[in-house]
Structure formats: structure tokens, C-alpha cells
């Protein structure tokens, strides 16, 4: 079992930026993908951005369109988290975000993932 808790959600007007973490626990593997996915009022979850282990040293990052070049995911193995920092913020970003967590590579897919966390809210005005 995987336990995962989100942290660092908060409202913030738009342009601004948040960042959120991510603390894993139980049966954590630094070899493995970890995601964030986003559930705004009266729609699906959807994929926000994702990290998958490369071999070595190396991690790789996908990202949902409408996130490049202002989100970024990163981790940091030794203490079990994943953040996402979230820059230049548009009201359309307003949703409870989630991290999961997966064996494997990373999917853009829910139904891929093992392991949610609880959510954490984001709120952007314009």
C-alpha cells in the first residue's frame, strides 16, 4: 500500500502561483511513475503532468498541453515527495488537484493509477 498526501493548495488571483507537494508513504518506489491530475466542478478528472523514472539518475516529465511552460513536476526520492509548481495561473486552472501513483511508466490515464491522495482545492480569480 501507498499513501499519498497532498499539501499546498490555496486561492491565489490570476498570474499567480502556487505550489504543490506531494508526501508519500508505505510501499514508496523512487523507481516509478508519479502523476497529478486536476477535477474541476462538473468535469472528469483530467492529467495535468507526470514524472517517470528513466534509468539512473534520469526522470522524464509529461505534461498536459494547456499546462506547458507553466507547470513544472519534479521529486525528490530521498524524502518521498513530488511537487508541482504552478506559475502564471489562470482561472481556468480552478480545480482540486491529486496526486497518484502508479508502478511503471506514467500514464495520462485515472484508471492506470493505483494510488490516490485526497486532493488538495486551487482556486484562481481573474
Known amino acids: 500500500q501507498v499513501q499519498l498526501l497532498e499539501s499546498g493548495g490555496g486561492s491565489v488571483q490570476a498570474g499567480g502561483s502556487l505550489r504543490l507537494s506531494c508526501a508519500a508513504s508505505g510501499r514508496t518506489f523512487s523507481g516509478n511513475a508519479m502523476g497529478w491530475f486536476r477535477q474541476a466542478p462538473g468535469k472528469d478528472r483530467e492529467f495535468v503532468a507526470a514524472?517517470?523514472?528513466?534509468?539512473?539518475?534520469?526522470?522524464?516529465?509529461d505534461y498536459t498541453e494547456s499546462v506547458k511552460g507553466r507547470f513544472t513536476i519534479s521529486r525528490d526520492n530521498a524524502k518521498n515527495t513530488v511537487d508541482l509548481q504552478m506559475n502564471s495561473l489562470r482561472p481556468e486552472d480552478t480545480a482540486v488537484y491529486y496526486c497518484?501513483?502508479?508502478?511503471?511508466?506514467?500514464?495520462?490515464?485515472?484508471?492506470?493509477?493505483?494510488?490516490w491522495g485526497q486532493g488538495t482545492q486551487v482556486t484562481v480569480s481573474s
Open positions: 514524472t517517470t523514472w528513466g534509468g539512473g539518475s534520469v526522470y522524464y516529465a
Open positions: 497518484a501513483a502508479r508502478a511503471g511508466t506514467s500514464s495520462r490515464y485515472t484508471g492506470d493509477y493505483a494510488y
